[in-house]
């Protein structure tokens, strides 16, 4: 479970060792999926350890690492209600996502930690 703190991070419990990761500078942007399933390209920040994808609609998103293949099937879904999450990401260079939903006008929300 996190805390998020009103300096600007959020703060959760590592692993067994006691350790803890605490994460600054969250950015909070919107993308509008405007066309029903569609496939749309989200490039998260460089440097970012942590992410939230989630979607404010009823909609159900598709959400592949390679352009493509949620035509081909080759995705995994996040029912509404759920959100797409990662953390601990060690990782210097931007991620790309391929994410589709299976209604126009999908506004989602994107947080990014540092």
Same mark, same amino acid.
């Given at each position: 479970? $996190?805390?998020? &703190? !009103?300096?600007?991070? @959020? #703060?959760? $419990? ?11 500078? !969250?950015? @909070?942007?919107?993308?509008? +999926? ?7 390209? *989200? &490039? +998260? !920040? %460089?440097? /970012?350890?942590?992410?939230? @994808? /989630?979607? /404010?609609?009823? %909609?159900? +998103? ?5 352009? $493509?293949? *949620? ?7 996040? !029912? ?5 999450? %990662?953390?601990?990401?060690?990782? %210097?260079?931007? *991620?790309?996502?391929?994410? #589709? ?5 999908? &506004? +989602? ?6």
């Amino acid at each position: 479970m $996190g805390v998020f &703190t !009103p300096g600007g991070g @959020i #703060s959760s $419990g590592g692993g067994g060792s006691g350790s803890q990761i605490v994460k600054q500078n !969250p950015s @909070i942007t919107k993308e509008v +999926l405007t066309i029903a399933d569609n496939e749309y390209t *989200i &490039t +998260l !920040p %460089a440097s /970012r350890v942590s992410y939230l @994808i /989630r979607s /404010r609609e009823n %909609a159900v +998103l598709k959400v592949a690492d390679t352009t $493509g293949n *949620i035509a081909a099937g080759d995705y995994f879904t996040v !029912p509404y209600g759920n959100s797409i999450f %990662a953390d601990n990401i060690d990782s %210097a260079s931007s *991620i790309t996502l391929f994410i #589709s939903s299976n209604k126009a006008n999908t &506004t +989602l929300e994107i947080w990014c930690w540092t």
